[in-house]
């Protein structure tokens, strides 16, 4: 008894010894603060950092919400209340070049009892973002909390009630990115249902008419634009986008200044390409009895790890049958994280030989400063473009960009850059994923080098239309055509899988057979309708059998290869179903009469009273058969898309059944 117990003991320690445990602990972030009557010092108690070999410095950033409809940027901010009142703030801790998630953050309730400093801050001014901002905390992580602020103000002449839209979950991707968890408001806005965003007939047929008009509607803007087209606006953003929350605003003072506070959870099935670009928009209308709105489109990239310095690309589900009409975005972002200011900053970045380097356009760019005029030394502030066979330099010359280190600088989103720009595609070039990075030089540093941005390509759809011969060595007298369709990726590149079904229709027999001809006794003797007896004949039977089979055959997945533009060449099986089958078979006897002038007496003439036809017909019944074949071959023409002639080699499993296929494809 001891020693089971002993065993028991070992066998589960052993368990237990080769169990991983998980690591639950979660680093966490306290809100800390001192109070003075209204005025309020906010501190941020974090874990320590985890620096990623080889990055930059790991560092915190912070987004504070002081629960009053006011933010800040800043490591310890300072507040001044303007009212008496429980204040809820938050806080969001971002944890940049370190290994591991962001530290969590409980709110924390501040109550304001006195008021001795009458000078209190006021939500900053957006005049300058024409009165309507859209931005989030940091880049969306999966399976992580972001928060995303809507900033508006009132730039009438007089106090005006409104309404507010966010659309979110981009309709291009498969699954929704983002979960919305919580709204916070702080100036009585109120939600609407989403039914209120189609509350015109119009709407609808707008709606319609943009989605038909292209797969995903291209966003025009990427800043804050003016309209007066709301139903347009609405009707391409439902396009867009699957969700949307709106929120309505009353008696809101001319020039005053609001913001939401929106937290977002990134869902597990987020995109994984940390190189694709999300987005959101928001619409802003000012006065509700008018059409007149803003619209600004807030685009974000995915990442895995909170890197300030990044490359991506829109180009992660690329349309290949319009990518003619496609220019394609491509966006690199910095930091400067020295102790001082950058005065020159030198991205080279890679460039895929797909894409046509003479199409360069910078987009937009910050610091923001103009193009370099060539072949001249200028003393104000530039951006430099070289072209390299495999590279484009881009160099921002006579700039200031202050260092996340540097003395003095409170604010870090002034120590970022960043240069978007758009190429399209070359004449000729393949349906290929592509990936390129940048190499960021601070004046005289060592390189930064980021993460690829990844260019793919939908798999798209072909559908091919086929017919032919098919030729059976084995099979007497064989005719067989076949009308069919097939469906492949769309212009695939090199190897590609391939489904196809046919209708085959074969005929085989239906050829007369003699057998040769005998003398027979007639027992018992026949006597003919004028009297005369015969008691021996000669006789000569022939008979006929003609089987008709109708197929479908289909090919499951056969393995393509495009050695090039012309020659294709494929391999994989094929099951034939036999739809039907009909046996024909005809027997004709045929009497001659003894011709007695030579002797021995030979064959005379054909007795047509004692001639005897026998006919039957057999059918199978349908689908009860099924025939396996593998096949390999060749096609001449235009492998990927378009005409193309081929020739197929088909080695069935039943015996006599090989045959060779003939073909004319079209590939759609």
């Known amino acids: 008894m001891k020693k089971l117990v002993l065993l028991l003991l070992l066998v ?11 690591d639950t602990l979660t680093r966490k972030a306290t809100i800390g603060y001192d109070k003075k009557a209204n005025q ?13 070999s080889g990055a930059p410095p790991a ?6 919400e002081f629960g009053d409809g006011s933010y800040s940027k800043v490591k310890e901010p300072k507040k001044v209340y303007k009212k008496k009142a429980d204040f809820k703030v938050n806080l969001a801790v971002t944890n940049n070049y370190d290994n591991g998630k962001p530290p969590t953050t409980r709110p924390k309730t ?3 009892t006195e008021i001795t400093d009458d000078k209190s801050d006021e939500i900053a001014s957006i005049e300058t973002e024409e009165g309507f901002k859209l931005f989030s905390n940091r880049e969306p992580v999966p399976e992580e909390e972001m928060v995303v602020v809507m900033s508006y103000q009132n730039l009438l002449n007089y106090v005006s009630s409104g309404k507010l839209y966010l659309f979110y979950n981009d309709k291009e991707f498969k699954k929704k990115n983002f979960e919305l968890l919580e709204t916070r408001t702080h100036f009585g806005e109120k939600e609407v249902q989403e039914n209120g965003v189609a509350c015109v007939d119009e709407l609808n047929n707008l709606y319609q008419n943009v989605a038909s008009a292209n ?27 699957s969700d949307v929350k709106i929120l309505e605003f009353d008696n809101m003072n001319a020039k005053e200044t609001r913001n939401i506070f929106m937290t977002f959870k990134t869902t597990p099935e987020m995109i994984k390409d940390t190189s694709a670009t999300v987005k959101m928009r928001g619409v802003y209308v000012p006065d509700r009895n008018y059409k007149n709105h803003k619209k600004k489109t807030l685009e974000m990239e995915i990442v895995t790890s909170h890197d300030p310095n990044k490359m991506s690309s829109n180009g992660t589900s690329i349309n290949y049958r319009l990518v003619r009409l496609k220019t394609t975005n491509f966006k690199t972002r910095f930091q400067n994280n020295g102790e001082g200011p950058a005065r020159t900053i030198r991205l080279e970045t890679d460039i895929p030989e797909m894409f046509d380097k003479k199409t360069l356009q910078i987009v937009d760019s910050y610091p923001k400063c103009p193009i370099c005029p060539k072949g001249e030394n200028v003393t ?7 072209i390299k066979k495999d590279q484009i330099h881009f160099t921002f010359k006579n700039i200031y960009l202050p260092g996340s280190n540097q003395k003095n600088v409170m604010e870090r989103d002034s120590t970022k850059g960043f240069v978007k720009y758009s190429m399209k595609f070359a004449k000729d070039f393949h349906k290929v994923k592509t990936k390129s990075k940048t190499s960021i030089f601070f004046d005289k540093n060592e390189p930064v080098i980021t993460n690829y941005a990844v260019t793919k390509f939908k798999p798209g759809i072909s559908i091919g239309a086929k017919a032919g011969y098919n030729y059976f060595a084995k099979q007497d007298n064989a005719q067989s055509y076949f009308l069919g369709a097939t469906i492949s990726p769309y212009k695939s590149y090199r190897f590609y899988w391939q489904s196809e079904v046919y209708f085959n229709h074969l005929e085989t027999g239906g050829t007369t057979t003699l057998s040769d001809v005998t003398l027979q006794q007639l027992n018992p003797p026949i006597i003919l309708s004028n009297g005369t007896v015969v008691d021996a004949a000669y006789v000569q039977t022939s008979s006929n059998t003609k089987i008709t089979r109708n197929f479908i055959d289909i090919v ?7 050695i090039n533009n012309y020659i294709g060449i494929g391999a994989g099986p094929q099951f034939s179903l036999i739809m039907s089958e009909k046996t024909a078979y005809e027997r004709y006897k045929k009497y001659y009469a003894l011709d007695f002038n030579h002797t021995p007496p030979t064959q005379g003439d054909e007795i047509p009273s004692l001639e005897e036809n026998y006919s039957s ?6 689908f009860r058969k099924v025939q396996g074949s593998i096949f390999a071959d060749v096609t001449f023409g235009f492998a990927r898309i378009g005409p193309s002639l081929g020739v197929r080699y088909y080695k069935n499993f039943v015996q006599g059944f090989d045959y060779c296929q003939f073909y004319a494809i079209y590939k759609f």
């Open 617 to 622: 017909t057999s059918t199978m019944t349908p």
């Open 110 to 112: 501040v109550a304001v």
């Open 12 to 22: 589960t320690s052993l368990m237990f010894s080769q169990t991983k445990a998980k």
């Open 40 to 52: 309020v010092s906010f501190k941020a108690d974090t874990p320590p950092l985890n620096q990623v």
């Open 556 to 562: 499951p997945a056969s393995l393509r290869y495009n």
């Open 59 to 64: 560092s915190y950033s912070y987004f504070w």
């Open 215 to 241: 797969d995903y509607p291209s966003f025009r803007n990427s800043f804050t634009t003016d309209d007066e087209n709301l139903e347009m606006t609405l009707a391409e953003s439902k396009a867009l986008f």
């Open 380 to 386: 104000y502030s530039c951006i430099d473009t070289i």
